[in-house]
């Protein structure tokens, strides 16, 4: 599979002490969609200005389909990249038509060749707007006006698409309509991509990788199913989904006790008998009548729930101890009963 972007030890610092980035280092392959992913501030924007040519690098190297875009001796400016960028808000030129808009990024707005007509309406095509060709920016939805700054991007056949925060301004419902169909546009176009949000479930649904970024460093690049299960530390963990975390001994590098009881976890490296935390995804709980067949679980009584439409804020206590988790409204439960706790995914063990 060829490569579509190479980043190489790229660092980036404002005023010559603070890094934004730090030795950033990896590899996106032609037709992939990796997310850039972190909270705010930890420097994912930054990383796209630089891919784009906005920004330059302290250090390090940037490597576009083979050709190399910026090292120590060269610094392309962002027009000779051949990257996309969409932004947030879509930005058109509000005197320009949706034609005239996507025309623009052919270089001379204009789109009267009969090749650049071609290709125009083939991408006004490919994002569903085509009889929208005519019509004005003022004159689009939010995501509308986002179709037209993917196709004035994809247009001009770029190496790769950067999207930065590209659904956030939408509501609910069309954020996640837009993001469906952008996604399935840039798979049909086999176009990389590379899109930076905060939002965990959004980077879940739209990657093929993901590359975590925690104060400027990548601390996990990974498969949006191998970050979710198998994070790298707990605090990845933590960020990346809910979880209930125990205190719990490894009792064998598959198998760990905690308050929930003897549980099946993914294999682990630390010395049998160690102390550490045992965190459990949310969604692996069942609660079930201690009336109903069971194999294996401990008892547990519903001090309180708190119903949230598909899941309920339940909390329990088991032993004496209390804990708290999300959990799917499967049937109704009844405060002060006792049910059987069960766990049917391997959890993950952590030392403190």
């Known amino acids: 599979m060829s490569i579509a972007l190479s980043l190489r030890n790229l660092s980036k610092t404002f005023d010559g002490t603070h890094f934004v980035n730090q030795h950033i280092s990896f590899d996106l392959h032609q037709g992939e969609i990796l997310t850039l992913l972190g909270a705010s501030g930890c420097g994912k924007t930054t990383l796209l200005r630089m891919i784009a040519g906005f920004e330059t690098p302290h250090s390090g190297e940037i490597i576009v389909a083979g050709r190399t875009v910026f090292d120590g001796k060269t610094a392309l400016p962002a ?5 996309g960028y969409v932004v947030q808000e879509g930005i058109l030129f509000p005197h320009m038509s949706v034609y005239h808009n996507v025309a623009y990024g052919l270089g ?3 789109g009267q060749l009969p090749e650049e007509r071609e290709k125009i309406e083939a ?8 009889p929208l060709a005519n019509a004005m920016p003022h ?3 939010g995501g509308q006006q986002q179709r037209v700054a993917l ?5 001009v056949e770029p190496e790769l698409i950067l999207l930065d925060e590209p659904f956030s301004a939408l509501d609910q419902y069309l954020r996640a309509k837009i993001r469906a169909d952008m996604l399935a546009i840039l798979k049909k176009a086999k176009t990389s991509a590379i899109i930076v949000t905060h939002d965990c479930e959004e980077a879940l649904l739209c990657s093929d990788r993901i590359a975590l970024l925690e104060n400027g460093k990548l601390v996990q690049l990974d498969t949006p199913q191998n970050l979710y299960y198998h994070p790298n530390s707990l605090g990845i963990a933590q960020f990346i989904g809910d979880t209930l975390l125990l205190e719990g001994t490894l009792k064998s ?10 549980l099946a976890i993914y294999p682990s490296s630390a010395e049998i008998g160690t102390q550490g935390i ?10 079930t009548p201690l009336s109903q067949t069971h194999h294996q679980g401990v008892i547990a009584k519903l001090i309180n729930q708190q119903f949230q439409g598909k899941q309920s804020l339940v909390e329990v206590e088991i032993d004496g101890q209390q804990i708290q988790f999300q959990l ?9 009963e006792r049910y059987l706790l069960e766990v049917s995914e391997p959890a993950k063990f952590y030392l403190e």
Do not use: H, W, Y
């Not at 590098?253 to 003897?262: D, I, K, R």
């Open 328 to 336: 799917a409204n499967r049937f109704c439960l009844q405060i002060g």
């Open 139 to 141: 004159q689009l939805s």
């Open 278 to 287: 045992v965190m459990i995804r949310p969604e692996s709980i069942t609660l």
């Open 151 to 155: 196709a004035r991007a994809l247009v």
């Open 79 to 83: 027009r000779q990249r051949k990257i």
């Open 253 to 262: 590098p598959t198998q760990a006790v905690c308050l929930c009881g003897n």
């Open 123 to 130: 991408m006004l095509a490919l994002t569903d707007i085509l």
């Open 108 to 110: 001379n707005g204009k």
